[in-house]
């Protein structure tokens, strides 16, 4: 146990924070005293929250928490550190899902082969997160607790129709991926409670793509589409999904999707189902631009990912890039 003042402030200032405008009337850039202990199991993590009680946070790359500290939107009074939570980082093949332990770093993900033969959608939507010095720290479950609506790993796992295996002191429950989030910032794992795995579903005959458009490389989007196509054994696509990030969706495009199916990809139907999409978007107007071309970009985007999916799916010899 340790109590954290002036380590964290010679640590956060190590990592670009601008502690020296404190006093002159800038904004706070140190967070407040905290406590911090590390956990060395998933058991050992729980009753640490449970002991520490509802102002303990827990912590692994730490990228979307300690910023909020530094700027004091967050004030946890105890920090749990799971990173020497061996079991919460894997890669495990089991049957007909990819089991991803919920420490696992956006950087193993990347460099799995694994993943991108089975989902070549994560491997794109890692290759434009942020930077590589948060992908070798940042992790999936740390992604997927922040419930930032500019998250690119959200929208992957709804495409993939991903379940999230959440850790009790009365044992796990495993929630789809449709229910696990409930508005920004604000998921179904309770504040006692861990995500310990996302488990994804392996399909046959599928193909997924992810794209984004930023303002800069490392950036949150301005916009980004996931989607991915199953194909029959003739070629005909037999389901579908579509996932928007940014742009004001919640959960997936359902009438967009729905349109797909049946159908053989063509420029035409991924056309109609890109209108669908962007029709179902409520983007808002920010210095990242204004809500018409946000709409566009999620009109473009859908129709690139639908290709790509259905290129990956292998039948797409018909279709041509527009």
């Not at 928490?65 to 004030?75: I, V």
């Not at 922040?146 to 959440?166: G, K």
């Not at 999409?277 to 639908?306: F, I, M, N, W």
């Amino acid at each position: 146990m340790l109590t954290v003042t002036w380590v964290t402030a010679k640590l956060l200032r190590h990592q670009g924070s601008s502690v020296g405008s404190l006093g002159r009337g800038g904004p706070v850039q140190v967070p407040a005293p905290f406590e911090y202990v590390r956990a060395t199991s998933v058991e050992h993590a729980l009753e640490l929250l449970e002991r520490h009680g509802p102002e303990a946070r827990v912590i692994a790359g730490g990228h979307s928490l300690l910023p909020m500290m530094k700027l004091r939107l967050a004030r946890p009074e105890w920090l749990v550190d799971i990173n020497d939570v061996a079991e919460l980082d894997h890669l495990t093949e089991d049957g007909d899902q990819l089991r991803i332990g919920a420490l696992t770093r956006h950087a193993a993900l990347l460099a799995s082969e694994r993943v991108g033969r089975l989902f070549p959608i994560v491997h794109d939507a890692e290759r434009v997160i942020a930077d590589p010095v948060v992908r070798n720290r940042g992790t999936i479950g740390g992604s997927l607790g922040q419930a930032d609506p500019a998250e690119d790993l959200t929208t992957v796992c709804d495409v993939l129709r991903a379940q999230v295996v959440i850790a009790g002191r009365g044992g796990e429950r495993v929630v789809d991926m449709a229910d696990f989030h409930r508005g920004p910032y604000e998921t179904a794992c309770e504040q006692h409670e861990l995500i310990t795995e996302i488990r994804l579903p392996v399909q046959g005959r599928s193909g997924s793509a992810y794209e984004k458009v930023e303002r800069r490389v490392g950036d949150w989007a301005v916009a980004a589409a996931g989607g991915v196509l199953v194909l029959s054994p003739d070629g005909v696509i037999e389901d579908a999904a579509i996932g928007l990030t940014a742009v004001g969706l919640e959960g997936l495009a359902v009438d967009a999707a729905a349109v797909l199916v049946g159908q053989r990809p063509s420029e035409e139907v991924f056309a109609q189902a890109g209108r669908l999409a962007a029709e179902a978007s409520s983007p808002t107007e920010d210095q990242r631009g204004p809500v018409d071309y946000k709409r566009h970009l999620a009109d473009e985007l859908t129709r690139r990912v639908l290709r790509s999916a259905a290129a990956r799916a292998g039948a797409l010899a018909d279709v041509s890039g527009g």
